[in-house]
C-alpha cells in the first residue's frame, strides 16, 4: 500500500512560480514511477507530467512543456512540480500518482488508468 500526500499548492498571480512536492509512503516508492494530473472545475482529470523511477526520463504535457519540470528525491521519497509562469488556465486541483507496473513505451504513462495510486489533491489558484 502507498499513501500519496501532496502540498505546496495556493493562490499565485499569473507569472508566477510555485512547486508542488508529494510525499510518499511505502518501501518501494523508488521503483514506482510518478505522475502529475490536474482538473479543473467542469473538466475531466488530464495528464500534467510523469517521471520514471530512476528519474531519467521525464514527460509533459504539451501545455505546460517549458515551464513545469517535474523531479524526484527517492531518498525523500517525494515527486516535485515545479511549476513557473503560471497561468489562468493552469487553475486546477493537482494530483499526484503512483504507478506500480513497468511500461516501455511512455505513452502509458500519460493515462490515468496506469496508475494504482492517489494522493488527495492540492488546490493551485492563478490570478490575472
Known amino acids: 500500500q502507498v499513501q500519496l500526500v501532496e502540498s505546496g499548492g495556493g493562490l499565485v498571480q499569473a507569472g508566477g512560480s510555485l512547486r508542488l512536492s508529494c510525499a510518499a509512503s511505502?518501501?518501494?516508492?523508488?521503483?514506482?514511477?510518478m505522475g502529475w494530473f490536474r482538473q479543473a472545475p467542469g473538466k475531466e482529470r488530464e495528464f500534467v507530467a510523469a517521471?520514471?523511477?530512476?528519474?531519467?526520463?521525464?514527460y509533459y504535457a504539451d501545455s505546460v512543456k517549458g515551464r513545469f519540470t517535474i523531479s524526484r528525491d527517492n531518498a525523500k521519497n517525494t515527486v516535485y512540480l515545479q511549476m513557473n509562469s503560471l497561468k489562468p488556465e493552469d487553475t486546477a486541483v493537482y494530483y499526484c500518482?503512483?504507478?506500480?507496473?513497468?511500461?516501455?513505451?511512455?505513452?502509458?504513462?500519460?493515462?490515468?488508468?496506469?496508475?494504482?495510486?492517489w494522493g488527495q489533491g492540492t488546490q493551485v489558484t492563478v490570478s490575472s
Open positions: 517521471i520514471r523511477w530512476s528519474g531519467s526520463s521525464t
Open positions: 511505502g518501501r518501494t516508492f523508488s521503483g514506482y514511477a
Open positions: 500518482a503512483a504507478a506500480t507496473r513497468y511500461y516501455s513505451a511512455k505513452y502509458y504513462y500519460t493515462g490515468a488508468s496506469t496508475y494504482d495510486y
